[in-house]
Every structure is written in structure tokens, then in C-alpha cells.
């Protein structure tokens, strides 16, 4: 069964950089592309990026500016770097997996994260 | 304000259905496919639905989608309070050139 977990910090100060980590247990990280996806509260959520076990990505143009996305296959996990954060970066943030043949789909996803961007 | 188009909440009591509408434009759901996905609330949320229509597997057949020009439509039968949840769709929109969600869909069981 594959599980995903993200981790890192739940509080960052404004200006400063977000780093998030998604561990992916029973499945390679070497196949499939892997994907962040974020949660502002009360509202519907915004796909961050992808990452292709390559190192190929493919970033949200309103984020590309601030977004490195990175894995790591050894630890068989995959990274988010969010640059000079504000208060609007404040959301629970999912790691997922994008589906095989299945089109734009998620089919595995982690329980989120939860983090705040505060002073 | 998300690009696609749910209404904020939709109810029905046990055993009934429930139609949850996600509407979009041609440069999303009108080229692209539909998933769905279901959200209880600290948990991780669940793929219904992808390629419109399809089910992976383990998921009841009480759940169906469907797409029809630019809007995607999932359709939950036999209502249990158990589906009580929150309920997204997603595409991708090729003018923005990223990957697109609904602002979601609280479902509640009366």
C-alpha cells in the first residue's frame, strides 16, 4: 500500500523560505510524477507543481518564480521549496501522486500539512 | 475565486442522491478530463473519479461522473452518512498551463 507523509516546519516567517518534505513508503519514487497541492483556508485548493522521477518538472506559473521542486530517490522522497513567503502562503499543503494513465488525477495523496506564515 | 465552478454545499437525506455540478470553460473541462475527489477533513483526500467517468478500484459504483461540454458532473447514489464530506473536481486548463481545482462541494446528509 502506498503512503505518502509530508513534513517540515509549520510556522515561517514572512521573506523567509518554505520547506516541506513528502516521504513515500511502498512504491519507487523512480516512476510516476509526484506532485504539491496546496489549501488556503476556506478555499478550494491550488496545484503547486510536478516532479518527474528525471528531475523534468513543471511549475504553476502564478508560483514558478518562488517553486523548486527536487527529489531525492535514495530516501525515495520528493521536496518543495517556497521562497519569499507571505501571509497568502499560509495553507495545508498535500504531497500526491499523479495517477498512471489516468489523465489529471491524484490518486494517492498524503494527510497534508499545516503551515503558517507568521512573524 | 477558483477557475472552475461548484456550488458551496448541496444535501439530501439517506438513501437519495446528490448531484454536484463543476463548471469550467474550454480551455479546461471542455479539452480536458474530470476528476473528483472526496475530502473528510484531516484526512487525505480521495480520487472518485478520473478520465470523467472512470472509478479506480475500490470505489462503490454509487459514485459516477459524467462531462458534457464544458461542465463535469459527479453524481452520488444511496446517500450514507458516511459520504458527508467535502467534494472537489480538477482539470487542467492549457491557457494557464497548470492544473486547476473547484472551490468545493459540502455535502451533508439530512
Known amino acids: 500500500q502506498v503512503q505518502l507523509q509530508e513534513s517540515g516546519p509549520g510556522l515561517v516567517r514572512p521573506s523567509e523560505t518554505l520547506s516541506l518534505t513528502c516521504t513515500v513508503s511502498?512504491?519507487?519514487?523512480?516512476?510516476?510524477?509526484w506532485s504539491w497541492i496546496r489549501q488556503p483556508p476556506g478555499r478550494g485548493p491550488e496545484w503547486i507543481g510536478f516532479?518527474?522521477?528525471?528531475?523534468?518538472?513543471n511549475y504553476n506559473p502564478s508560483l514558478k518564480s518562488r517553486v523548486t521542486l527536487s527529489l531525492d530517490t535514495s530516501k525515495n522522497h520528493f521536496s518543495l521549496k517556497l521562497s519569499s513567503v507571505t501571509a497568502t502562503d499560509t495553507a495545508l499543503y498535500y504531497c500526491?501522486?499523479?495517477?498512471?494513465?489516468?489523465?489529471?488525477?491524484?490518486?494517492?495523496w498524503g494527510q497534508g500539512t499545516m503551515v503558517t506564515v507568521s512573524s | 475565486q477558483s477557475v472552475l465552478t461548484q456550488p458551496p454545499s448541496v444535501s439530501a437525506a439517506p438513501g437519495q442522491k446528490v448531484t454536484i455540478s463543476c463548471s469550467g470553460s474550454?480551455?479546461?473541462?471542455?479539452?480536458?478530463?474530470v476528476s473528483w475527489y472526496q475530502h473528510l477533513p484531516g484526512t487525505a483526500p480521495k480520487l472518485l473519479i478520473y478520465d470523467n467517468d472512470k472509478r479506480p478500484s475500490g470505489i462503490p459504483d454509487r459514485f459516477s461522473g459524467s462531462k458534457s461540454g464544458t461542465s463535469g458532473t459527479l453524481v452520488i447514489t444511496g446517500l450514507q452518512t458516511g459520504d458527508e464530506a467535502d467534494y472537489y473536481c480538477?482539470?487542467?486548463?492549457?491557457?494557464?498551463?497548470?492544473?486547476?481545482f473547484g472551490g468545493g462541494t459540502k455535502v451533508t446528509v439530512l
Open positions: 511502498g512504491d519507487s519514487i523512480s516512476s510516476y510524477y
Open positions: 516532479i518527474y522521477h528525471s528531475g523534468n518538472t
Open positions: 480538477g482539470t487542467w486548463d492549457a491557457s494557464l498551463r497548470a492544473g486547476v
Open positions: 474550454s480551455s479546461n473541462i471542455g479539452s480536458n478530463y
Open positions: 500526491a501522486r499523479v495517477g498512471d494513465r489516468m489523465g489529471w488525477a491524484f490518486d494517492i
